[in-house]
């Protein structure tokens, strides 16, 4: 489906609200801000029926600078499957997809099939944990990649000779990440569980938590409730090793801002509505999906929640972790004010 993007510059944040509320009576689909500039997107064949209503309202508001864009469809899978590149994790393991050529040289060749949105390798947390664990004895050791996903993670850990099993509380997720290990030939134990409340069978050496996972737990009482579950399953100088998104990205990047994706054959649209009393930020998203001429609806709500840094360590340190390093992401270096990701490091005590 083609769209037009109408662009109204508008620097009244109390206008362009009232504009995206006036506008939305007409058949305007999605709406997103940046900076100055409101967007709003419309199906191109519905554009005529209403564009004289349209000018004739930002009129009534004294907007004479306006614009209409003509975004055409495209393949976005082909175009994506275009630009994806191969992750080199500091020259010593390559995440490929199978329609990427091998390369020689490297320690490691972790081939995954990715999505769109998860399990290709290039996630800040994934690289990071790969490049930390390059040069840990790890074999022999047993690991747990807690809210594991689809499992690319977990898959390289597999490879480099980790006793890793992984644990999810989506069915979804799961089944992506069991496909993905059946189809290299690893036999990868699954176990669908919370984090709040897993049941391992043992204790384990290293627990690796990305993908913002512990942003989705809804309160301090959870991550303190994680973070002792954790502990209790570890044996002594294990480590834990998980990200969070910052305070900083939940307020000046989530936002209310809303975010528009317009794929082959569906059509996204994400909002979001920050609580600045919890530093919550509530995420709606809703999915059109090309079924032949017609599209059908559904919806996602979920929320991420995040804490001040010195919180966190203080609820790692009453877990029984100790030696809690920070890292910006992508990098060993400390965070910094606009950091939208960090990476915390703990040792269990000895």
């Not at 992401?329 to 703990?346: G, H, I």
Request: proline share 3%; hydrophobic share 40%.
């Amino acid at each position: 489906m083609d769209y037009v993007e109408l662009n109204v510059r508008v620097t009244d944040p109390e206008l362009a609200e009232i504009l995206t509320a006036e506008l939305a009576e007409l058949p305007y689909e999605s709406f997103q801000t940046e900076g100055e500039v409101l967007k709003a997107y419309i199906p191109r064949e519905r554009l005529a029926d209403c564009m004289q209503q349209t000018d004739d309202l930002l009129a009534r508001y004294g907007i004479a600078d306006r614009r209409y864009i003509a975004i055409e469809s495209q393949n976005w899978n082909a175009l994506w499957e275009q630009n994806f590149t191969p992750v080199d994790v500091d020259g010593r393991i390559l995440i490929r997809a199978p329609f990427h050529a091998p390369q020689q040289g490297y320690e490691l060749e972790v081939v995954v099939m990715p999505r769109m949105a998860f399990g290709s390798g290039h996630h800040a947390t994934t690289c990071l944990g790969a490049s930390a664990l390059c040069d840990l004895p790890l074999e022999g050791k047993r690991g747990l990649d807690m809210g594991c996903g689809t499992g690319s993670l977990t898959l390289e850990l597999f490879c480099r000779g980790v006793d890793i099993y992984g644990v999810d509380a989506s069915v979804a997720m799961l089944s992506q990440a069991r496909e993905k290990c059946m189809n290299v030939g690893a036999d990868i134990l699954f176990l669908c569980q919370k984090m709040q409340s897993i049941d391992l069978y043992g204790t384990v050496d290293t627990v690796i938590c990305s993908l913002d996972s512990i942003n989705h737990l809804k309160d301090e009482q959870e991550v303190q409730q994680v973070f002792s579950k954790v502990s209790f399953f570890m044996n002594p100088g294990g480590v834990f090793l998980f990200d969070l998104n910052t305070l900083y990205k939940h307020e000046m990047v989530l936002g209310n801002n809303v975010f528009v994706y317009d794929m082959e054959n569906v059509y996204c649209v994400w909002q979001n509505h920050y609580v600045p009393a919890s530093a919550r930020v509530d995420i709606h998203l809703d999915f059109f999906e090309r079924n032949g001429k017609l599209y059908s609806r559904s919806s996602e709500h979920f929320s991420e929640r995040t804490y001040p840094l010195e919180k966190i360590s203080a609820c790692l340190e009453k877990a029984g972790f100790s030696s809690i390093s920070i890292f910006d992401e992508m990098s060993f270096e400390s965070p910094k004010n606009d950091s939208q990701r960090v990476v915390f490091a703990a040792e269990k005590k000895r």
